[in-house]
């Protein structure tokens, strides 16, 4: 059985500024390392300071990062990136704020082909059905049911409701 070896604070510190030379982190992820090595509370607080008065983490900046790549190269919805950035434990304020600089225009571009790719690849009997499942899809990605009706064109929100 192998013996953990004490990780002090400034290797801490070393490793995890050089962790974020290379790409964005949240706070959240950087104490979740910290507590895989097995450090105690305070170091960890110690070592977090350190980062963010060097502005190494920023968690601004990371969800600005992250909600760039999710839409853009993951075609995510907003509901999906809202759900993953909570989860990195980004203030509420901070998710909002980023969000909203993405235009409502962005998303429709992105969900019309998925969707228009989908439509040929999707068996159903009518119409309804067809847009039902549609709409499932897109929900799964995380798109809001004012932009999937706009891709879809429906009239009547309560047609498909049900």
Known sequence: MQ???????????????ALCAKGEH?????LEKMRQWGMDEEAQAEVMARLVEGRYVD?????????????????????KVEQALWL???GKSIILQVLDE???????S??????NQKRRTTK????YELNMKLIK??????????IIKQCLEVDDEDEFLD
């Not at 949240?26 to 950087?30: E, G, R, V």
């Not at 993405?102 to 429709?108: F, R, T, W």
């Open 102 to 108: 993405v235009a409502d225009e962005e998303y429709l």
């Open 124 to 127: 159903a009997r009518s119409e």
């Open 137 to 146: 899809f897109a929900v799964s990605r995380g798109f809001t049911m004012d």
């Open 59 to 79: 968690d601004e900046r990371f969800a600005r990062a992250f909600v760039s790549d999710k839409v853009r190269y993951n075609k995510w919805g907003r509901r």
């Open 26 to 30: 949240c706070q959240h992820d950087l």
């Open 3 to 17: 013996v953990k070896k004490e990780i002090t604070v400034q290797q801490a510190f070393q490793r995890l500024s």
């Open 88 to 90: 990195k434990h980004i």
């Open 110 to 115: 992105m969900l019309r082909p998925l969707l």
